[in-house]
C-alpha cells in the first residue's frame, strides 16, 4: 500500500549547523504535506506545511522543499538550536478523496550537539 | 489557540478493564481522531469521526470502539483491556474546510500502561 518514509531514523548535528530531515512518498496523488516536530513527553507540534502546488515554503528558521518528480519532501532547520532536539515527522494528505486522514512516516530523531 | 485536551496523562490498568479515553477540543472542529504511537511503528489511526454520533475505522481499529456524542468531545474506549495495547494514545482534531484543512491539532498524549 501506500505509505510515507523517512530515510534516516536518527541524525545529529552541531549546534549552530544547519539541519535536513528527509522523507519519501509513495502517493502521487497527495497534495498536501505537514511536518510535526514531538518533543519528548509531548504530542506533535505543527511546523510547517506545503501544498502541491509549491516546490518551497519558509517559516521561520525553518523551509519546507518538495519535488513531485522524485516523491521527496525535506524539512531544512537553520542554526539547529538545542532545543530543536526532538523526533520529527512528515505527513501527507490526499485531499481529493475526501480523507481527512494524515498519513504519517514513522520519524526522524534529530539531537543537537551543543 | 486550539486546544486538545485529554483528560489523563498517565493511566496503569490491569487486563480486563473496560478502559475510556477522553478528549475535548475547544475550536469547533468537525473532525477528530485517535492514535497510538509506539517506537519503531510511528502514529497508527484507530477511529476518526468527521461529525457527531459518526465513526470511521482506521488502520488498527481491533480491540477499540468509539463514542462521538458531542462535536468537542471523542471518547476511545477499549472494552477489555489487554497488554498489547500499552501504548501512548493521541487525541487530534482538524477542520473539514479553510486554508488549514489537513492540519492536525494533537492533545499531549495519555500514556497507558496495561498489567
Known amino acids: 500500500g501506500e505509505s510515507v518514509g523517512l530515510h534516516l531514523p536518527t541524525l545529529s548535528v552541531q549546534e549552530g549547523d544547519n539541519s535536513i530531515i528527509n522523507c519519501a512518498y509513495s502517493n502521487s496523488a497527495s497534495d498536501y504535506f505537514i511536518w510535526y516536530k514531538q518533543e519528548s513527553g509531548k504530542g506533535p507540534q505543527f511546523i510547517i506545511d506545503i501544498r502541491s502546488n509549491m516546490d518551497k515554503r519558509q517559516g521561520q528558521r525553518v523551509t519546507v522543499l518538495l519535488n513531485k518528480t522524485v516523491k521527496h519532501l525535506s524539512l531544512q532547520i537553520a542554526a539547529t538550536q538545542p532545543g530543536d532536539s526532538a523526533v520529527y515527522f512528515c505527513a501527507e494528505n490526499y485531499s481529493g478523496a475526501g480523507s481527512y486522514q494524515l498519513t504519517f512516516g514513522k520519524g526522524t530523531k534529530l539531537s543537537v550537539i551543543p | 489557540d486550539v486546544k486538545v485536551t485529554q483528560s489523563s496523562r498517565y493511566l496503569v490498568k490491569r487486563t480486563g478493564e473496560k478502559v475510556f479515553l477522553e478528549c475535548v477540543q475547544d475550536?469547533?472542529?468537525?473532525?477528530m481522531f485517535w492514535y497510538r504511537q509506539d517506537p519503531g511503528l510511528g502514529l497508527r489511526l484507530i477511529y476518526f469521526?468527521?461529525?457527531?454520533?459518526?465513526?470511521e475505522k482506521g488502520d488498527i481499529p481491533e480491540g477499540y470502539s468509539v463514542s462521538r456524542e458531542k462535536k468537542e468531545r471523542f471518547s476511545l474506549i477499549l472494552e477489555s483491556a489487554s497488554t498489547n495495547q500499552t501504548s501512548m494514545y493521541l487525541c487530534?482534531?482538524?477542520?473539514?474546510?479553510?486554508?488549514?484543512?489537513?492540519?492536525?491539532?494533537f492533545g499531549e498524549g495519555s500514556r497507558l500502561t496495561v498489567l
Open positions: 469521526s468527521y461529525d457527531v454520533k459518526m465513526k
Open positions: 475550536m469547533d472542529h468537525e473532525n
Open positions: 487530534a482534531s482538524s477542520l473539514t474546510s479553510g486554508a488549514n484543512t489537513g492540519e492536525l491539532f
